[in-house]
Nanobody, 125 residues
Framework: HVRLVESGGGLRQAGDSLRLSCVAS????????VGWFRQGLGKEREFVAAISKSGGTTYYSDSVYGRFTVSRDNFGNAAYLQMDRLKPEDTGTYYCAADPGDLVVAITSGILDYWGQGTQVSVSP
């Protein structure tokens, strides 16, 4: 049984930082790239960041580039999203997802094999 479990969400003020974690079980995460997505209230889910299987390549949406950093610990079967200089528009439910296939195709389509249940991030002005 495959599970991705996110944690680390919470309530912060603009300018603060948060670090989200995504721990996998039931799969060997180093065989999967990991993507982070978010969905604000009443909004469509959007891509945030992704990291290749080796961790050598990362991708970011324009809205978070320079503020967020995605990383992974393949020994720990986990991935992370460090979020700095948070803005109110970063508010939403954050999901991690994993897929063994083509990273660019998957994050463009939003179709990945495994998803976590999400963790809530709220940023006040």
């Amino acid at each position: 049984h495959v599970r991705l479990v996110e944690s680390g969400g919470g309530l912060r003020q603009a300018g603060d930082s948060l670090r989200l974690s995504c721990v996998a079980s039931g799969i060997t995460l180093r065989n999967y790239f990991v993507g982070w997505f978010r969905q604000g209230l009443g909004k469509e889910r959007e891509f945030v960041a992704a990291i290749s299987k080796s961790g050598g390549t990362t991708y970011y949406s324009d809205s978070v580039y320079g503020r967020f950093t995605v990383s992974r610990d393949n020994f720990g079967n986990a991935a992370y999203l460090q979020m700095d200089r948070l803005k109110p528009e970063d508010t939403g439910t954050y999901y991690c997802a994993a897929d063994p296939g083509d990273l660019v195709v998957a994050i463009t389509s939003g179709i990945l094999d495994y998803w976590g249940q999400g963790t809530q991030v709220s940023v006040s002005p």
